[in-house]
């Protein structure tokens, strides 16, 4: 097989620093310290890990770079996505210089999406996601903006820079259905307005049937996983295991020599 | 046995860190730095980076070290280039126009066709027999990257593909550029690091 593979992404929501729990971006449960579930993600073969960090922007606190310097002392050895309060580019190459390997951005599509460009110029569109928070009303596709908690139609210049490449992925996050168990909602993929294969789909994504059939549709490179992770020792394996005849990496695919034995 | 020094060229770009936790894991000493007279007490340079082509080699010669480089490289001393850093040893990039690189490495680096990132976890095709990468079997090592090196076959090490064929791994002497992330390729991706080191320190 010489095909890229389809990845698995272990999503880690941080509020104050905590790592929780998410459900339809309104509640929280904690879950403990975000070094111990990332370095979990990273024994287990996650394909990348996304760490969220949801209070930032709506406190204007710009990234949580205290965070990433406790991950940094890590070594992890899985690529670090990182999104949360980016409110320029020069915060976005900071995000970088921390410890990611690259960042997510959500509301500054909103805020200054010339920013989020010349962040993309600057650390190359390959580093740069685009997180769009949907939800369907009435078959229209509609764009949180979770710091209003508003919808709005997708503004025609980021369905533009999407579409042009500006990106080099963008993040669809169901987030009505995020933490509920096999609550991802499908109409999403086919209401997006953009013709691409470069699509990552997060929010309700628990079973692995469902994430079998993200995966197989030709727009999606990645699915995102978040609090279903934590539910049980090894669950990236777990997943992988049922994924059987798609282009993924093997469950069984030790981070390095610290990592657990995978599940018989 | 004194273990081996490894310099990272620190000129402001990408994630350094995480190169010098790995190779620190791996047993080296690292010296992150920017002077040339840290860099040249080490017995291997690292070139890392993330980022654009032309303000990356304009960092490097804000900093005086493009020349320092190219000395170095000239008088047979391992240098090993990462993602952009393999980039940046080539004679020209095309990315925002036509910019001078390093000239360590004959070749060009080009955007890969049809607007397409090469992200994510791709296997490689070894190409000759070069025994710093025999060890290479079937897994897959971590890419994001949007343009790639275009040079003579003779130089290519790997190859990858994305619609295309391009070189992954490439040699020039005791210059190695490596356009994957070994440093987050985990297990896969650390012992192509440990060998590629040992085997440039030690030829």
Redesign the interface.
Known sequence: ???????VIGVVTVLDGWAVQSFGYARQLPLGKPECVVENLDRW?A??ILVLAIDRSRRNLGPDLATLARL??L?????LIYGGGIRSAAEGVAV???????VCVDALLRDDLPAALNLA???????VIAALPLSLDAGELRWRDYRREADTPLHPDVIAAVA??QF??ALLIDWRHEGRPGGFDPGLLSAFPVQTD?LILFGGLSETEQIATALAHPAV??VGVGNFLNYREHAVQSFKSGLGGLPV?PPR?????RSCPSPS | MSRLGIGIVDYGV?????VG??L??LGYRCKISSRPEDLDAQDLLVLPG???FP?AMAALEARGLTGYLRDRAAAGRPLLGIC?GMQLLAESSTE?GLTAGLGLIRGRVCALPS?R???????I?LAGDDPLFSAVGDE?F?????FALECAPGLVRAT???RTTFPVIVRQGAVIGIQF?P?????A??NLLRNVIHGLCHD
């Open positions: 097989m010489t095909e890229l593979r389809k990845r073969g394909d990348e940094a002392t070594n992890l050895g899985t690529p970088v210089q921390a410890g990611a390997d690259r110029g600057q650390l190359g569109a390959q580093a042009g490449g080099s992925e470069r490179t990645a990496r695919h030790p981070a390095d020599p | 990408g994630n350094l860190t995480s936790r790995t620190y894991a993330v980022g654009a303000p952009l925002y607007l990132s090469h992200i994510g976890w791709n296997q095709a897959t971590y890419f994001n990257h949007s990858a593909t994305l992330h440093e987050k390729s985990q297990l991706g650390r």
